[in-house]
């Protein structure tokens, strides 16, 4: 979905790879959960990270130099969806909309020719997105524990406030280290936050967008 961390954790945080809060505050403060409620509507994954080729987002990046970045939508057959992000390199990923989830499903480091990656065959297995976005439903993946830590969390970045975002934590089980990966519906992903000792963090926020 990248920095200066190992292609494991940045994988994870990338894939992360939209984005934020706050830019002003010297120590980040990871969101108060919020109580779900007893409503279920009928949720479509697929808002919450609008996937249509053409679709794009640049984010400003805190704490490190790569975290400033720009992916964009560039081929898309069925329900397979090729995203290059472009930093310090330029990766192509492969992401994959099932009816309850979003899966990231192919990585190609140092991809510098507009070829398609649809038909490769996997060599990822994440799941970036599950359903139900409820307060506490987690999942495992790639030895990593997610789970939604919010339903309607309001943020504030670049391109502007975002109420009623969905919030997943995902914590590494090789650092115990943790992300918050912010998701509005209609957008994508607004802020990530990777979350350092002392209270410290890497930001992605969100600058600008085009969804089609």
Not at 5 to 28: K, Q
Not at 150 to 172: E, H, L, M, R
């Amino acid at each position: 979905m990248k920095f200066c961390l190992s292609w494991r954790i940045l994988l994870a945080f990338s894939l992360t790879l939209f984005l934020f809060v706050g830019c002003a505050n010297p120590t980040p403060t990871p969101p108060t959960p919020a109580p779900s409620g007893n409503d279920k509507p009928n949720i479509n994954i697929a808002e919450y990270l609008p996937l249509k080729e053409g679709n794009k987002w640049s984010y400003e990046g805190i704490g490190n130099e790569f975290a400033s970045y720009t992916q964009e939508v560039t081929h898309e057959k069925d329900n397979k969806y090729q995203v290059v992000v472009y930093s310090g390199t330029v990766t192509a990923n492969r992401y994959e909309v099932t009816e309850d989830s979003i899966l990231h499903t192919y990585r190609e480091h140092e991809y510098y020719e507009d070829k398609s990656i649809l038909d490769n065959p996997n060599n990822l297995d994440a799941t970036l997105l599950k359903l139900p976005f409820e307060v506490d439903a987690d999942w495992i993946s790639e030895d990593n524990s997610y789970e939604i830590f919010s339903v309607n969390s309001t943020v504030q970045v670049p391109a502007g406030t975002f109420a009623d975002c969905v919030v997943v934590k995902i914590t590494y089980k090789d650092s115990g280290n943790s992300s918050f990966l912010y998701y509005k519906k209609g957008v994508g992903m607004v802020k990530s936050e990777y979350m350092l000792d002392e209270g410290e963090s890497i930001q992605s926020l969100l600058k600008e967008y085009t969804i089609r």
